[in-house]
Every structure is written in structure tokens, then in C-alpha cells.
């Protein structure tokens, strides 16, 4: 149980348009799904959290009208990479909370996007 | 902000030799503390977690790891290493007032045969 579907696992695309990968909770209802960046050999990077029904939570130095991001409903999460340039190029992967009762929240990631912009 | 600082960038160890992955965490409050392990260009998978309880905890594929509050460390160890553990290893932390989870930078973990 608790998985999440990540799309698309790779995309290329040119210069200056913009991209939407989708994050969807097959099993369960995700209020809170974060996203995060991963730069080749380097760590995950929390951009933003992102709430059902309300405007996401971004960390600082993420540009929010680049990175837009939907949850408007309790199964989708969707960031959208606005006028995409050849430095936004990189590994992006979701993450979900369930709810596991007496044991803490559980976390459960996305396969990850691979993008690349040419 | 709770945070994580991983000790080592790149860990190399023979076949069958003791692995050990270094994590020392920062929180205000009772962390919730994770291991994942990242294989290239693939999501991450969860090794094992600490919420509460016993603090030696047992994961998959033989790893373990022990929250040790006074020393804020949350260690990873496998008694013997195989060639299928090469891989990238997150060590995380999240708290239970706002959710969101910081990774650590990350230990490439070497299998030499």
C-alpha cells in the first residue's frame, strides 16, 4: 500500500516551454505531498509542500512562478516547470505522507522525472 | 529547521566487511529519523525508520541502525556487505510539527569484490 505514480519518468524539451509531471497517490488520500530537486550526485533538495486545496509552501530560493504547483484533490499533485531553460535540467521526485496510526508518518516517493531541456 | 549531516561522501568497503554509513541529525523536537537507499536514476527506497520506541531498529536487506539521543546520531551498519549495497544512501529527518523531510548529502557506498 501507499504508492505513488510518477509521470513521466523522462522527458526532453526545448528551451523556453514548460513541462507538467504528475504525482498521483494510487492508494491512499496524500493532503501533503512535497517535491523535491536532485542536482547528479547530490542530495534531495525540498522545493516546496504542497497541500490539497490550498497554495503550496515553497523553501526559499525556489522561484514560485517557475515552479507552479497544483493539488486539487487528494490524489494529484502537479508541478509544472515554466519556461523551462537548460539549467532547470534535472531529477525531480515526489513525496507523500501516509498515515501509518501508532507508528509516525510514512513517506513514500515517486520514481522521479528525469528531466532534461535542450 | 531540523537537518542532517552525513559524515563521509563516499564509504569503499570489501565484500563481506562491516558497513557502516555515519548520520548525525539536528531537531528542536523528537526527530523521526530515516534511511533510504537511491540506485541510479531511480526513486528512493526505505531502508528503515526510527519514530518511536525501540531504538535499535531492523530495516531490509539485513541493514540496522541506532538513535542515540545523546550523541544525535542515527548510524547505519550491515555486518556483511554484498556487491548488490553499492549504492547512494540518504540518511533523513523530519519532525512531527510540520512533516516535511530534509535529507542528508549523501553517502556513495563502494563494494569492491
Known amino acids: 500500500g501507499a504508492v505513488v505514480s510518477q509521470h513521466p519518468s523522462r522527458v526532453i524539451c526545448k528551451s523556453g516551454t514548460s513541462v507538467k509531471i504528475e504525482c498521483r497517490s494510487l492508494?491512499?488520500?496524500?493532503?501533503?505531498m512535497f517535491w523535491y530537486r536532485q542536482f547528479p550526485k547530490q542530495s534531495l533538495m525540498l522545493m516546496a509542500t504542497?497541500?490539497?486545496?490550498?497554495?503550496?509552501?515553497?523553501e526559499q530560493g525556489v522561484e514560485k512562478d517557475k515552479f507552479l504547483i497544483n493539488h486539487a484533490s487528494l490524489t494529484l499533485s502537479t508541478l509544472t516547470v515554466t519556461s523551462a531553460h537548460p539549467e532547470d535540467s534535472s531529477f525531480y521526485i515526489c513525496?507523500?505522507?501516509?498515515?501509518?496510526?501508532?507508528?509516525?508518518?510514512?513517506?513514500?516517493f515517486g520514481s522521479g522525472t528525469r528531466l532534461t531541456v535542450v | 529547521a531540523q537537518s542532517v549531516t552525513q559524515l563521509g561522501s563516499h564509504v569503499s568497503v570489501s565484500e563481506g566487511a562491516l558497513v557502516l554509513l555515519r548520520c548525525n541529525y539536528s531537531?528542536?523536537?523528537?526527530?523521526?529519523l530515516f534511511w533510504y537507499v537511491q540506485y541510479p536514476n531511480q526513486g528512493l527506497q526505505l531502508l528503515l525508520k526510527?519514530?518511536?520506541?525501540?531504538?535499535l531498529v531492523k530495516g531490509i536487506n539485513g541493514f540496522e541502525a541506532e538513535f542515540k539521543k545523546s550523541e544525535t546520531s542515527f548510524h547505519l551498519t550491515k555486518p556483511s556487505a554484498h556487491m548488490s549495497d553499492a549504492a547512494e544512501y540518504f540518511c533523513?529527518?523530519?519532525?512531527?510539527?510540520?512533516?516535511?523531510?530534509?535529507f542528508g548529502a549523501g553517502t556513495r557506498l563502494t563494494v569492491k569484490p
Open positions: 513525496s507523500a505522507i501516509y498515515h501509518t496510526g501508532d507508528r509516525g508518518p510514512g513517506y513514500t
Open positions: 492508494d491512499f488520500q496524500a493532503t501533503t
Open positions: 504542497s497541500n490539497e486545496g490550498s497554495k503550496a509552501t515553497y
Open positions: 531537531s528542536s523536537v523528537p526527530p523521526y
Open positions: 526510527y519514530t518511536t520506541g525501540a531504538t
Open positions: 533523513a529527518v523530519s519532525e512531527s510539527h510540520n512533516n516535511d523531510m530534509r
